[in-house]
C-alpha cells in the first residue's frame, strides 16, 4: 500500500492511495503515530480506511511530506556518484579507500523537509544549487545493534529522496573536516508516498538488493538514469551499520545516497569538466522518478535574504 499526508479542506490528513491511485481514503491515525507499530498495523489501518467508503479525488488535495521522520541519515552507496561529485566538489580523483569499508552517513536537518509539488527556496548566498536522487528507507521499530535480517524486518516501507544541495557552500564548509552543513540543512523533499516494504519484495535480487529504476529530469529534460541494484550496500546493511553500538527509532530515514548516471549534477561536473548542465536556477522544475514509488516534483524559487553573522574575533590575548 501507499500511505501519505495531503491538505484537503484546510486541514492535514493521513491517507491510504486507493488501490487504481485516483482517491485517497482517510486513516484514523496520523503516521507518526501508526508507523511505530509496525508494518502489520500500517496494512490493517489502510484496510480499515479503504473499506470505510467512497475516498477523495486525488485531484482535490495537495499532497504533503509523508510524514514528519524522527532523523534523517544520508548514507553515500554509489561508486560512481563518490568519483564524480568528489572530483566536483573536493577537487580530489578517485574513492577513499575507508569508502569501501563501511556505508559511511551524515545527519541532515529533519526539520527542512518538503513534500511533493511544494516550491525550494534557494538559499541567499547559493549560486550553485543542485539535486540528488536518492531512495529512503523508512524504519518501523527501535534497532540497537541489530543483525541484518532484523534490520530488514525492522524496515516498513520505502520513499523518495531529494537532498537538495548547495554545492558552493558545501565545498567551502567541508575544507574544514566535519562535512557538509549549510550546504545541505536549508531543504530535503520526501514523497510523494510511504510504499510500504512488502511492495518492493518482487523487484529484490538474489543478493538482497533492490532492483528499482531510478531517473530525475529538470524542466522535463533527463539528466539522470540508474538503478538501486547499484548500491555497494543494501538498505538493511545500512540499518544494521547505523545501529551497531547506538539506537534507531521508528520514523528515522535512511537514505541511500545519490545514485550514479547523472543522479546529481555535481557528479556530471566533476567527470565533464565544466558546470553542464548549469546549476538550478529559480524557476527549474525537477522530477525524480522511481519504479514501484511514484514521482516527486519540486520548483525552485528565489529564497528570502538573510541578514549577516558576526565576523570571526581573534581570542584576546591571555
Known sequence: MK???????????AVVVSGDGAAVHGLDQDLETLVPQGLGALL???????????GIPLAEVAI?????????????TFEQHVVGVRKSVDGANGVPPQWYAAPTFYFTNPHAIYGHGEDIPRPDRCRRLDFELEVAAVVGRECRSVSQMQARDAIVGYTIFNDWSARDLQ?????VGLGPAKGKDFASSLGPWLVTADEVEE???????????CSVTVNGVEVG???????????????????RDSVVKPLDVLASG????????????????IPDPPPLEPGDEVTITVERLGSLTNRVVA???????TAFRPPPAR
Open 303 to 309: 529564497g528570502s535574504p538573510t541578514p549577516e553573522v
Open 171 to 175: 565545498s567551502a564548509e567541508m575544507t
Open 64 to 76: 504533503r511530506p509523508p510524514f514528519r521522520p524522527a532523523s534523517v541519515r544520508d548514507f553515500v
Open 3 to 13: 500511505f501519505g499526508t495531503v491538505r484537503h479542506d484546510g486541514r492535514d490528513l
Open 44 to 54: 490493517a489501518a489502510g484496510r480499515r480506511a479503504r473499506e470505510g467508503g467512497i
Open 258 to 273: 545519490t545514485t550514479g548516471g547523472g543522479g546529481c549534477l555535481a557528479e556530471l561536473w566533476g567527470r565533464r569538466g
Open 225 to 243: 538514469r540508474d538503478s538501486l541494484a547499484h548500491m555497494g550496500w543494501t538498505f538493511e546493511t545500512m540499518l544494521a551499520y547505523a545501529a
Open 203 to 213: 523487484h529484490r535480487d538474489a543478493d538482497g538488493f533492490l532492483t528499482l529504476a
